[in-house]
């Protein structure tokens, strides 16, 4: 199967820009998640979406952060302004559902840079 | 509040040698543990979890890991490193019910020397 596909893979902006960033899960998974992974720190989920509905979005920094996910498959990450400390990985993640038995599935990541 | 230390951050290994990887958590009841590895450029691969029963759980690629609830550890161990395990491990600890909500580690960072 396909894995989880991210774009782009990097993106360098000034700060106060505005960037996005696009996932496609696996097919058929129904559990969409985006991680921020900054240099030394292992991932924190930003937001989970259970097919086009939001599950968590308590870690989101909502008044620059925005996420989408219309149709219930792919999903874009959104920052505006961008800051210095938002240089990260971006990680999109997908399983099947949020049931014991559906692992997160990874994709490789979008590395972000602010200048 | 659930919480993770990897006390190393990096760590240097020969090949052929064993290899563990510590891993203290904090979480008030008994929680679900995982060990996700992170090659350069690439996203989180699951290496193993726990979830109940066994307290030594086996993994993909040769890994273990044994849960040991008297000393809230979760360590991860390989008898024997091949060139290919370089990579960045993640400890995570989540509430149980599956695999959301997890809060990962920093990482260590392990290097394989010939």
């Known amino acids: 199967e396909a894995g989880v596909a991210q774009s782009p893979r990097y993106k360098i902006i000034e700060k106060r820009q505005s960037v996005a960033f696009w996932c496609n899960p696996i097919?058929?998974?129904?559990?969409l998640y985006w991680y921020q992974q900054i240099l030394g720190q292992g991932p924190k989920l930003l937001i989970q979406?259970?097919?086009?509905?939001?599950?968590?979005d308590s870690q989101l920094p909502k008044d620059r952060f925005s996420a989408e996910r219309l149709k219930g498959v792919d999903s874009t990450l959104k920052i505006q302004p961008a800051k210095l400390e938002d240089s990260a990985v971006y990680l999109c993640?997908?399983?099947?559902?949020?049931?014991?038995?559906?692992?997160?599935?990874f994709g490789n990541g979008t590395r972000l840079t602010v200048t | 509040a659930q919480s993770v230390t990897q006390p190393d951050i990096h760590i240097t290994v020969s090949e052929g040698a064993s290899l563990e990887l510590r891993c203290n958590y904090s979480?008030?009841?008994?929680?679900?543990l995982f060990w996700y590895v992170q090659s350069p450029g690439q996203g989180l691969q699951l290496l193993l979890k726990?979830?109940?029963?066994?307290?030594l759980v086996q993994g993909i690629k040769g890994f273990e890991a044994e849960f040991k609830r008297s000393q809230s550890s979760f360590n991860l161990r390989k008898p024997s490193v091949h060139w290919s395990d370089a990579a960045e491990y993640f400890c995570?600890?989540?509430?149980?019910?599956?695999?959301?909500?997890?809060?990962f580690g920093i990482g260590t960072k392990l290097q394989v020397i010939p």
């Open positions: 995570a600890v989540g509430p149980p019910g599956g695999y959301q909500k997890v809060t």
């Open positions: 979406f259970q097919n086009n509905g939001v599950v968590d």
């Open positions: 726990y979830f109940s029963g066994d307290t």
């Open positions: 993640a997908s399983s099947l559902d949020r049931g014991q038995g559906s692992p997160l599935h």
């Open positions: 979480y008030g009841a008994t929680p679900y």
């Open positions: 097919s058929g998974h129904a559990t």
